[in-house]
């Protein structure tokens, strides 16, 4: 399976938006990039996922690298129900294309 | 409407006894799936069921585990002879039709320690 990278953690201030990376520099053509979150004591939520081109919608944006190599989560304005853990996952096609492979994250604070 | 439930919210047992932890996934999905999180672990998938048959068991640890599916609705994980490293939160998933693109809705969890 294609491998994600994020880092550990980041930090945002309230209100301010937050961009969220992950490279992924072994991603196939057919690979889809796919966010998850996890609030604190809850199950995982989707977020948002793409192919290409960026995408928008109503939690997030997703911007990706042209070369596919990387891509970023970006939440306009954080508050602080944003903070969580945010998972950056490759989905392929094929055997085991319905699992979720969930890496280590990014655990996001949000500081009021 | 409803989302994902998963029943009981908290199991606390004692080694060596078997456990059934419950998912009633969204109504109309097809695919469910069981993942552990664990404090070592973090998250990891266990078991796939489309309908009421499973292709993929590949992630359950070990025959201690088992999972069904009956009437393409609720599924139970058992776990026999529970030991201590079962200890986690079980997370149960459903999907459309268990599709590339679909959106997997997570239910709350079960965490389970055994003592």
């Known amino acids: 399976d294609a491998k994600t990278t994020q880092p550990n953690s980041m930090e945002s201030n309230e209100e301010e938006p937050v961009h969220l990376p992950c490279n992924h520099s072994?991603?196939?053509?057919?690979?889809?990039i796919h966010w998850y979150r996890q609030l604190p004591s809850q199950g995982p939520e989707y977020v948002i996922h793409?192919?290409?081109s960026n995408v928008n919608n109503r939690m997030a944006s997703l911007a990706i690298a042209e070369d596919r190599k990387s891509s970023t989560l970006i939440l306009h304005r954080a508050t602080l129900r944003d903070a969580a853990v945010y998972y950056c996952i490759l989905r392929r096609s094929g055997a085991g294309s319905y699992q979720l492979t969930f890496g280590k994250g990014t655990k996001l604070s949000v500081i009021p | 409407g409803a989302g994902v439930s998963q029943s009981p919210s908290n199991k606390v047992t004692e080694k060596g006894k078997d456990v059934e932890l419950r998912c009633d996934p969204i109504s109309g999905h097809t695919a469910l799936y069981w993942y552990r999180q664990s404090l070592g672990q973090g998250l990891e998938f266990l078991i796939y069921f489309q309908g009421n048959s499973a292709p993929d068991k590949s992630g359950l640890p070990s025959d201690r585990f088992s999972a069904e599916r009956t009437g393409g609705s609720v599924s139970t994980l058992t776990i026999q002879r529970t030991q201590q490293e079962d200890s986690a939160v079980y997370l149960c998933a459903s999907s459309l039709q268990g599709g590339l693109q679909e959106t997997q809705y997570f239910g709350p969890g079960t965490r389970l320690l055994v003592l």
């Open positions: 793409g192919l290409t």
């Open positions: 072994t991603i196939s053509g057919t690979d889809y």
